[in-house]
């Protein structure tokens, strides 16, 4: 774009120079239907054909010079609205080239939470795989209390079991 816009406005200048070369060229022509005028007048009689053409040359000069100098304030008007067309051009850029590094800030902040939610999320399966193998040695450590406790009570009973038979027997020493 601010390419096109340089392009437009080299190519505005060259026709302003052209411009500038067909109004030096009709202001040279009007000099010479002047010039042919008056040599018509001093021709007399026999330049009276000339006189005329060299009037109709130098209203051809005038609307040449007049037709050059609208064109160049046309083309004056586009140099401005081409300049006019730059800066916005320019200040379009600017902006463009704002937007994309803001566009790259925010993607790196998107990497950078991503790298985050993934560190995050690893450390929470690690976690997870802590309270699961805690979990397995509480319900180890359940069981063999359960089992633990199942024994004590068998022993218990056995050891009843066996203190009543003890009692059954009589020592020696016991009966006197």
Same mark, same amino acid.
């Given at each position: 774009?601010?390419?096109?816009?340089?392009? @437009?406005? =080299? /190519?505005?200048? #060259?026709?302003? %120079?052209?411009? &500038?070369?067909?109004?030096?060229? *009709?202001?040279?022509?009007?000099?010479?239907?002047?010039?042919?005028?008056?040599?018509?007048?001093?021709?007399?009689?026999?330049?009276?054909?000339?006189?005329?053409?060299?009037?109709?040359?130098?209203?051809?000069?005038?609307?040449?010079?007049?037709?050059?100098?609208?064109?160049?304030?046309? @083309?004056? =008007? /586009?140099?401005? #609205?081409?300049? %006019?067309?730059? &800066?916005?051009?320019?200040?379009? *850029?600017?902006?463009?080239?704002?937007?994309?590094?803001?566009?790259?800030?925010?993607?790196?902040?998107?990497?950078?939470?991503?790298?985050?939610?993934?560190?995050?999320?690893?450390?929470?399966?690690?976690?997870?795989?802590?309270?699961?193998?805690?979990?397995?040695?509480?319900?180890?450590?359940?069981?063999?209390?359960?089992?633990?406790?199942?024994?004590?009570?068998?022993?218990?009973?056995?050891? *009843?079991?066996?203190?009543?038979?003890?009692?059954?027997?009589?020592?020696?020493?016991?009966?006197?």
């Amino acid at each position: 774009m601010l390419t096109a816009m340089s392009q @437009i406005s =080299n /190519s505005s200048n #060259q026709i302003g %120079n052209i411009i &500038k070369t067909i109004e030096d060229i *009709a202001f040279q022509t009007n000099i010479l239907a002047l010039n042919a005028a008056v040599e018509a007048a001093r021709a007399g009689e026999a330049g009276k054909g000339f006189a005329v053409v060299a009037d109709e040359v130098r209203n051809l000069a005038s609307k040449s010079a007049e037709a050059a100098k609208g064109t160049n304030t046309l @083309i004056a =008007n /586009s140099i401005k #609205q081409v300049q %006019n067309g730059t &800066k916005i051009a320019d200040e379009t *850029a600017t902006s463009l080239v704002k937007v994309v590094d803001s566009i790259k800030d925010v993607l790196n902040s998107v990497e950078q939470i991503s790298r985050a939610s993934n560190q995050q999320a690893e450390s929470i399966g690690q976690v997870t795989e802590g309270v699961y193998q805690i979990s397995n040695v509480v319900q180890t450590n359940s069981a063999t209390a359960e089992e633990s406790a199942a024994a004590s009570e068998e022993l218990s009973g056995q050891a *009843a079991v066996m203190k009543n038979l003890v009692n059954k027997f009589i020592l020696k020493n016991d009966e006197v």
